[in-house]
């Protein structure tokens, strides 16, 4: 099996519902987000790639059309936790790119900060 992995950033701003009076996460707040996004394949394609990494850009650009500087609570479909975040990248990627890609998802990271991150990991 053959691996690679791309990282995006962007800022964007969240508050988090149904956590304790006085929860930090419970007030409005902001991240420098990091995705990595890993692809997985048996197979090279021509000229020795999983996916040209060049075919990743229409998700650079969904980030930043979508999420950057944004409140990730107004823009998404889903409560911004980095559980859910990586398990909506990773559909994303799937249902938009899929097909132009040699790779398959294989999982989706997304941190906060330096040190978290949550993982959404593709079945097979």
């Known amino acids: 099996m053959f691996r690679i992995a791309k990282s995006f950033t962007f800022c ?10 006085g929860h930090k996460c419970a007030r409005m707040h902001g991240h420098n987000y990091i995705v990595e996004v890993v692809l997985a394949a048996e197979t090279l394609v021509e000229p020795g790639f999983v996916t040209d ?22 823009v998404l479909p889903v409560s911004p936790t980095s559980e859910r975040l990586a398990r909506h990248f990773a559909e994303w990627i799937t249902q938009h790119m899929g097909s132009a890609m040699g790779g398959r ?17 593709v079945a097979r």
């Open 105 to 121: 998802v294989e999982r989706v990271r997304v941190s906060e900060t330096s040190s978290t991150w949550a993982e959404y990991v």
């Open 53 to 74: 990494f060049a075919d990743l850009a229409p998700f650079g650009r969904y980030l930043a059309e979508l999420v950057d500087h944004r409140c990730l609570n107004e």
């Open 12 to 21: 964007a701003a969240h508050q988090l519902s149904g956590l304790p009076t």
